[in-house]
């Protein structure tokens, strides 16, 4: 493994976004619509240093299964979705890699009669976006590697790491 992103930069980061995200929304109420899994750590920190009134929900999406990162359907589970009607909602997710799993999420949200829809991510991969979308918010731009750590899984482990490191494709 190599380290990518140290656990100290992450929580900077994470608190200008906060800043930012704050300011943006002027003191409106904010509902927080987190990924499961990989942005669960990203949500508990990042509602942290917003200053608004915030709700938070969660909702499960899957465009891939275990080791890579291909598939092209993506599956929304909305069992867990707060009422959003009327509301400034905020998707939060661990990584933008295609774009598929946050383009999926924006279209069947704006059928929710959402005031708005906007959303933010730790990790946005340079690669070719498949989608028309981009991230309103994120991190950091990292290279196109396999990563983990932060949220971020290799086959359900490694979320707890506090930093985000790159997986060696042997480790694969
Ligand atoms: P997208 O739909 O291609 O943008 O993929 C986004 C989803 O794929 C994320 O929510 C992650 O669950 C997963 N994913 C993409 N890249 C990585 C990675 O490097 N490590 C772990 N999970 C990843
Ligand atoms: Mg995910």
Redesign the pocket.
């Known amino acids: 493994m190599r380290r990518l992103i140290e656990a100290a930069e992450i929580q900077q980061r994470v608190t200008e976004l906060g800043r930012q995200i704050t300011a943006d929304y002027r003191g409106r109420p904010l509902t927080v619509i987190g ?1 499961l899994t ?2 669960l750590v990203l949500v508990s920190d990042l509602i942290r240093t917003i200053e608004l009134p915030v709700r938070v929900g969660m909702i499960r ?4 299964a275990g080791r890579t ?1 291909t598939g092209n359907a ?1 599956s929304i589970d909305l069992n867990l979705l707060p009422d959003v009607r009327a509301r400034d909602v905020l998707i939060v ?12 999420l924006v279209e069947r949200l704006q059928t929710c009669d959402a005031a708005s829809v906007r959303t933010a991510v730790l ?1 946005w ?1 340079e690669r070719p976006r ?1 989608t028309e979308w981009t991230p309103d918010y994120f991190g950091f731009r990292i290279p196109d ?4 750590g932060y949220g ?3 086959n359900d482990e490694h979320r707890s790491l506090p930093y985000v490191a790159a997986l060696d494709p042997v480790e694969l």
């Not at 999406?61 to 891939?64: G, P, V």
């Not at 997710?93 to 999926?104: E, I, K, Q």
């Not at 590697?145 to 983990?148: Q, R, S």
């Open positions: 990924v990989g942005s999406a899957s465009s891939y990162t993506v997710d661990d990584v933008f890699d295609s774009g598929r799993t946050l383009t999926a990790l991969k498949e590697v396999f990563v983990v971020l899984d290799y």
